[in-house]
């Protein structure tokens, strides 16, 4: 990677602060990170307070490549091997047992670690340099809407965390696909780009949604990446008819929609396309959002394989509907 002499000062600056502990903000191809040193309680400690998250969530531990597997894993099955060759660097997280020397604020005192190698350059570059692990869950505050860009990352943390390398626009736009190797069968714990055929081209028949005994996963919760706004999912058809419906009630609502606009109802169009949709999905929430109406109505995208992953974060903002949505 050829660097401008900004981006290297900015480079030196960052892996300056990780090695001292403090965390910062680092691209990767989903969503932007909140980094910083996975062997350290105090900077593990930091990423927490930071981001306001429980306790028993456990963090991502990032790696410069797929020799760093048994750094972090015990018992690192042949499939895993085989999926992050596959797919390493790239938007995919696997679980495994974890080693012994893994903090349990990282792991949230489960027996596993969640290990990732993410392909933006900046964080592959950070990560080589470094040498060891960076834990680093989504730069946002918990439950909030992920960061695609460095301004939102600024706009979440403000000086808190004074370091944010700016890597652009995230090419994925949402978080990683994690799989669960560290059970009988592997599990499919949080939907993304990578979807479910890619997967099982490696590792044969998947399963998809955590058992009831599989590790925590904060994404999983109903409610998160939810906008302040109440958000509500629904059909185009319905879409309309809501707007109507609350703007007699003198409410002010703002539309999203899959291609183009619903007659009358002001808000951001996405693209017709899963990948581009996601891409866009998250920076189009902040700025609805940051509209302050009363409503966001969401239209569904098609319910197909497809659209699994946006549909899944769609679900989870609009958790909230109130009951008398249609
Ligand atoms: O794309 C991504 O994965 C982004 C970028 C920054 O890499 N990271 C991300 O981190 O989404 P975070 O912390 O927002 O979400 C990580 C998810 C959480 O849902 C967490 O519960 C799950 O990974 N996770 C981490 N370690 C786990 C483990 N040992 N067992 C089960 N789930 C785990
Ligand atoms: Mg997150």
Redesign the pocket.
């Known amino acids: 990677m050829k660097l401008g002499p900004d981006a290297a000062a900015a480079l030196d600056a960052a892996l300056a602060a990780l090695r001292k502990g403090d965390v910062v903000g680092?691209p990767?191809e989903?969503?932007?990170?909140?980094?910083g040193d996975a062997s350290d309680p105090a900077a593990v400690a930091r990423i927490f307070a930071l981001k306001g998250?429980p306790a028993d969530?456990?963090?991502?531990v990032?790696v410069a490549g797929i020799e760093a597997l048994d750094d972090w894993a015990r018992d690192v099955p042949p499939l895993a091997r085989r999926l992050a060759e596959a797919f390493w660097p790239g938007?995919l997280?696997l679980?495994l047992r974890?080693q012994a020397h893994v903090l349990d604020a990282?792991?949230?005192g489960?027996d596993?670690?969640?290990l990732?190698c993410?392909r933006h350059p900046l964080a592959l570059n950070v990560l080589k340099r470094f040498g060891g692990g960076l834990a680093?869950?989504?730069?946002?505050r918990f439950g909030r809407i992920?960061p695609t860009t460095a301004a939102h990352v600024r706009e979440e943390f403000g000086d808190a965390v004074p370091v944010v390398l700016d890597g652009g626009e995230c090419e994925?736009g949402?978080?990683?696909t994690?799989v669960?190797l560290?059970g009988t069968t592997p599990r499919i714990?949080?939907p993304?780009r990578l979807g479910k055929a890619e997967l099982e081209a490696i590792t044969g028949p998947i399963v998809e949604g955590a058992a009831k005994e599989?590790?925590?996963?904060?994404?999983?919760l109903a409610s998160h990446y939810a906008p302040h706004t109440r958000t509500e999912l629904l059909t185009r058809e319905e879409l309309g008819e809501r707007a109507r419906l609350l703007r007699a009630r003198g409410e002010t609502v703002l539309a999203l929609t899959v291609g183009r606009a619903v007659d009358g109802v002001d808000g951001r169009v996405l693209a017709d396309d899963p990948d581009a949709y996601g891409h866009d999905l998250y920076a189009a929430l902040r700025e609805l959002d940051a509209r302050r109406a009363d409503r966001l109505l969401v239209e569904a995208p098609p319910r197909t394989r497809a659209w699994f992953a946006v549909l899944d974060r769609l679900g989870r903002a609009a958790a909230d509907t109130p009951e008398d949505a249609p």
């Open positions: 680092l990767t989903t969503v932007y990170g909140l980094a998250r969530h456990p963090l991502i990032h938007p997280t679980i974890k990282v792991t949230g489960q596993t670690v969640g990732r993410p680093a869950p989504s730069a946002n992920s994925v949402i978080e990683s994690i669960d560290s714990l949080r993304g599989s590790p925590r996963v904060s994404g999983a």
